[in-house]
């Protein structure tokens, strides 16, 4: 069982950023990767990011390569999604899951709302 957390959501203007937190915990931490998620109004839920426990290898949706960082802080069981360069299509609710297999999440978090606002 993996549970999971997320902060740091809120309202910013375009242009600006915003790093999102999820707290992980459970006891086998170390056999998921982590991923990002989010759902716009009306929209399907969507991939963001992945990354691993043990490996520094990283994974994105390609739209979002380059202005969004996922990272992670073992010490922490902490994984960031660091979002540079916010624009209006961003708006969405961003969830953290944890999966065994890449891209096929068993857990999740609640989800924080992050609004970009123009």
């Known amino acids: 069982q993996v549970q999971l957390v997320e902060s740091g959501g809120g309202l910013v203007q375009v242009g600006e950023s915003l790093r999102l937190s999820c707290a992980a915990s459970g006891r086998t931490l170390s056999m998921y990767f982590m991923h990002w998620f989010r759902q716009a109004p009306g ?7 992945a990354i691993s426990w043990s490996s520094p290898t ?6 979002l390569k380059g202005r969004f960082t996922i990272s992670r802080d073992n010490a922490k069981n902490t ?15 961003y969830y953290c899951a944890a999966g065994k297999v890449l891209r096929v999440p068993q857990y999740w978090g609640q989800g924080t709302q992050v609004i970009v606002s123009s």
Do not use: C
């Open 43 to 49: 929209k399907e839920r969507e991939f963001v990011a």
């Open 58 to 63: 990283t994974y994105y949706a390609g739209s």
């Open 79 to 93: 994984v960031y999604l660091q979002m540079n360069s916010l624009r209006p299509e961003d708006t969405a609710v």
